[in-house]
């Protein structure tokens, strides 16, 4: 069964073909008509089975008549990330290109007054994160009473990312009597209440078990210490045939680690967390599309709705914390029929072992082992700092102990070579010095043959110590030498520092003993 038995518009139906799409996935063939019939609409599907699609085609062919308003939105797509919500916008830029339907994105990391101006042109499609949405709407710039259509999008991830209040909210607030279309992966008690308290009679549609793994897709775990799971990692990336993959690590650190590591050895990869700036996120998601970089380096944020159609590979290089993120880590290889690879490094610890359990029991599947690896020997990186060492010990021969007392034996015979020469030309140079009448003993000369006073002066300034001696005992900054010349133990002075002693200014002590009047 084509697009065309599904009950979409002449128009639409030119944009998917347009697209490359032929066929429409089950839950696109039971979710389209039943969205036309205006009929509320409760969708449990593994991620990758064009669930976005399945709401977007039907939005463009019911939206298509009528006309927004200022500031009055006439459709509400809620998304969980920044990434999603720009996705959700790209498709539909491409399935209504051959309409006039207007469209905004509120999402965060971006300048709120763009985004007021296109509020206060009117609207028809409005997809928004739950946080900027409700900023807008306290800012007075927004109103919820002409949505005709709401859409909760990946309900199951707002709730693991604390968004549920936000939606709650956003739900109350919109008084108008409205289609609502809500698509989840999974169905966790919170959002089974969620969907009994603002669905009417919905139409379930369930094209697959909850938390369930495509079946496209091979799942392998190995099992390493957690030293080696860098130089694992690094391994497989070189033996596997890889077109393009994502590597997911559960925290904002090991994902930069990961990335730099990967980047030192020479791989083509990027990096995808919340902390970058939302434009550096999209430029990296635009690569990566486009096959500018190979891997992908990414926490949890890209692991729902990122939609790039041919990843060869996922490697989890952490255990995900939560059963149902395995679900959609795994997702994001294998989709639209294709085939796919996961592969989850994993250690002995007793938390790995735990959140393995979870996974497996989740799914149902036995993850099969892969217990044959042989790490091999790597060059170690050319640069690294500290936070970035690998932990891959070096081939270099180290020199023996032999070598090393051999070694130190020679150095111990140079030295008293070299104290003797160093010696030697001190003592011509204190010569020469001798020998040499300095500027300030002349001076002195001329100033005893006049007579005067000067004379006594100069005696005693032609009896000092040179400025060169006199800097090599204090160890001051001179002009002819400008570095400074560092005591060691044994010429250090003898007498002890007294400092001030009972030698104080008497300005220092003055009125500390004379009576308080």
């Known amino acids: 069964m084509g697009f065309e038995r599904l009950g979409l518009s002449d128009p639409t139906l030119a944009a998917v073909a347009d697209a490359g799409y032929s066929e429409p996935t089950p839950i696109q063939a039971q979710a389209i008509p039943q969205v036309l019939m205006g009929r509320d609409i409760l969708g449990i599907a593994q991620t990758g089975t064009g669930k976005t699609a399945s709401f977007t085609l039907p939005m463009i062919d019911i939206l298509s008549e009528g006309r927004a308003r200022a500031r009055m939105p006439r459709s509400l797509i809620l998304e969980p990330t920044r990434e999603l919500a720009a996705q959700v916008a790209e498709n539909f830029e491409k399935y209504g290109k051959n309409t006039k339907l207007s469209m905004a994105l509120l999402i965060g990391g971006v300048n709120f007054t763009e985004q007021e101006k296109a509020l206060d042109r009117g609207v028809d499609v409005l997809i928004a994160t739950p946080g900027r949405l409700l900023d807008h709407f306290s800012r007075g710039k927004l109103l919820l009473n002409g949505i005709d259509i709401l859409v909760v999008d990946e309900a199951d991830r707002m709730l693991d990312m604390g968004f549920i209040p936000d939606v709650e909210k956003i739900c109350e607030r919109i008084t108008k009597n409205h289609q609502t279309l809500f698509f989840s992966a999974t169905m966790p008690p919170v959002i089974q209440r969620l969907t009994k308290q603002f669905l009417d009679d919905p139409k379930k549609i369930e094209v697959a078990r909850p938390a369930s793994t495509s079946s496209n897709i091979e799942q392998f775990l190995i099992e390493v210490s957690p030293r080696d799971k860098r130089k694992t990692l690094r391994q497989m990336l070189r033996e596997e045939k890889i077109k393009n993959g994502i590597i997911f690590c559960n925290r904002k650190r090991d994902v930069k680690e990961v990335f730099m590591s990967l980047e030192r050895h020479g791989f083509s990869v990027g990096q995808l967390h919340g902390d970058m700036e939302q434009s550096a996120r999209m430029e990296v998601l635009r690569q990566f599309k486009e096959n500018e970089i190979q891997l992908l380096c990414a926490s949890d944020v890209a692991a729902r709705g990122l939609d790039v159609p041919d990843v060869s590979h996922v490697f989890n290089f952490d ?199």
């Open 319 to 517: 255990v995900p914390g939560h059963a149902e993120d395995y679900v959609h880590r795994i997702g994001r290889t294998g989709r639209a029929g294709r085939q796919g690879k996961a592969i989850t490094i994993t250690t002995k610890s007793k938390i790995d072992v735990r959140l393995l359990e979870a996974v497996e029991k989740l799914t149902n599947t036995k993850i099969a082992r892969i217990n044959d690896l042989e790490l091999k020997p790597e060059k170690r990186a050319s640069k690294k700092t500290d936070k970035q060492a690998d932990d891959v010990k070096s081939n270099d021969p180290q020199p023996s102990e032999t070598d090393a007392r051999e070694s130190k034996s020679q150095v111990t015979e140079q030295e008293p070579s070299q104290e003797k020469s160093d010696t030697a030309q001190n003592s011509d140079s204190k010569t020469e010095k001798q020998a040499r009448p300095s500027r300030r003993q002349g001076r002195s000369n001329d100033r005893n043959e006049r007579g005067g006073r000067n004379a006594s002066r100069s005696n005693e300034r032609s009896d000092r110590p040179e400025r060169s001696e006199r800097s090599e005992r204090s160890g001051r900054y001179t002009q002819n030498s400008r570095d400074r010349i560092k005591f060691a133990p044994d010429d250090m002075p003898k007498e002890p520092f007294i400092g001030l002693g009972p030698h104080v200014p008497a300005f220092l002590v003055a009125g500390i003993d004379s009576p308080k009047k």
